[in-house]
């Protein structure tokens, strides 16, 4: 483990984290996926909101720190929007500082939201990239199922892929671990 991972802290966000986690996502947007997007698109989205209080009430939306400062966010839910039993996690909201970019953040919030919902039963994991997070989900061994347009409240549509990962199944044991 690097140096800068033994200080990056990942704690469940709170309600009084939320002013702090708008002004990190509004950086990350605006500078992350300038080229990527046209700057009114990234405005629209912005003005959408982009944190998920519900994440933040369930204790499922996590923020990454160094020496006490934010510099990525993200988390999961649960989402059963397919056939009966197709329950999933959904990764959702990762996002890291511009100035802390391509630093393992991003990586390490995802794989903390997929440890948090693996520890929950859950074995698919799905989410929908933008544009320039999608080569980091293919790192981490998500694949491209499906392009699609996220729509914002104003009937702007956001590009993204629709990706998914699935981990092996569990082996079971007998009484001896066996």
């Not at 405005?43 to 990525?72: Q, S």
């Not at 699609?148 to 044991?173: F, N, Q, W």
């Amino acid at each position: 483990m690097s140096d800068l991972a033994r200080l990056i802290m990942v704690r469940p966000a709170g309600p009084s984290d939320v002013p702090a986690i708008e002004a990190l996502h509004r950086a990350s947007v605006r500078e992350l996926a300038a080229g990527y997007y046209a700057p009114a698109v990234l405005e629209r989205f912005l003005a959408a909101g982009t944190v998920d209080r519900d994440l933040v009430d369930a204790g499922t939306y996590y923020l990454a720190e160094i020496l006490g400062g934010p510099v990525g966010s993200g988390g999961w839910m649960a989402v059963d929007d397919g056939p009966a039993g197709a329950w999933r996690a959904k990764i959702r909201s990762v996002f890291v500082h511009p100035h802390w970019a391509r630093k393992g953040i991003g990586r390490r919030l995802v794989q903390h939201a997929e440890s948090e919902a693996a520890r929950a039963g859950f074995r698919h994991f799905e989410l929908d990239a933008s544009l320039p997070g999608v080569p980091l989900y293919h790192h981490l061994g998500y694949r491209e199922v499906q392009r699609r347009g996220y729509s914002l409240p104003d009937g702007t549509m956001l590009p993204v892929i629709h990706m998914e990962k699935r981990l092996a199944p569990v082996a079971a044991c007998n009484e001896w671990g066996a």
